[in-house]
């Protein structure tokens, strides 16, 4: 759950906005709530009420009317599919880990130490991944 939702996530997010705005970013990670709700459907069989799936849109609708000039603006030989694509897989990535804190509770473990030892093994992988970015740039 940490290496998910406390440290690959931002790393997605973090090389996407060297390709696209951090509006646009934001954008696709507000998707998180249908990709939740329909992991949801899938992981736990949860029944979705039409509501939220049409609340969810209507959310994605006035997110997606606020960045229409950066979305119509969008040059994809730019670099841009690939800011899109890791947005996408950073949220991806989150709901994932998401998934797997509910499966986590489910099993009967506190959520605060769940979550504790989750942002402490995220925060070693961000740290492990830093440094041997640090060490591999030192050596080129």
Known sequence: MGALMFST????????????ATGLVSLVFAMS????????RLFFHRTVPRRVLAGGAVGLLGIGTVFWPELT???????????????????VVFCLGNVLSGKIQAAGIPVIQS???????????????????????RRS
């Open 9 to 20: 996530n931002f790393v997605c997010f973090s090389f996407a906005e060297h390709h696209l």
């Open 115 to 137: 979550t504790g030892y989750s942002m402490a093994y995220g925060a070693l992988l961000a740290t492990v991944r830093s440094t041997s970015d640090q060490y591999s740039s």
């Open 73 to 91: 603006g969008l040059d994809l030989s730019s670099g841009s599919g690939q800011g899109i694509a890791l947005s996408l897989l950073g949220t």
């Open 33 to 40: 709530l249908l990709v939740n709700t329909v992991f949801a």
